[in-house]
């Protein structure tokens, strides 16, 4: 954090992100990066829905950069760096993280 800027990222499974937005726009039951990376948009809409940030009340615009890959050990994971440009300089804040409720309650 560097005044009234944060950044980070937001690493999901790409099964998750199947779950959430359905990238498998051929429905073979394995996520390509072509159709991961044509579903890009939609997963930085989706999560704009998901993911919040507050500070003092106000709330943060928070950006969605471009995705890519991060290959773990346990698959692969969506991997999308993240900017919060907060109208203060925040002391304290509130980050609400929404992304799949309601579709998988192990997340």
Request: with cysteine; glycine share 8%; charged share 20%.
């Amino acid at each position: 954090m560097h005044g009234r800027l944060m950044s980070g990222s937001v690493q999901l499974a790409v099964r998750d992100v199947e779950l959430a937005v359905g990238v498998d726009s051929n429905r073979d039951g394995r996520v390509t990066w072509r159709e991961l990376r044509a579903a890009a948009p939609a997963v930085r809409s989706y999560l704009g829905d998901h993911v919040t940030v507050e500070a003092a009340g106000a709330r943060c615009p928070v950006q969605f950069g471009e995705l890519q890959v991060n290959p773990r050990v346990d698959g692969n994971y969506a991997w999308i760096a993240v900017s919060v440009q907060c109208p203060t300089e925040p002391v304290q804040i509130t980050i609400r993280y929404q992304v799949l409720n309601g579709i998988d309650p192990s997340h």
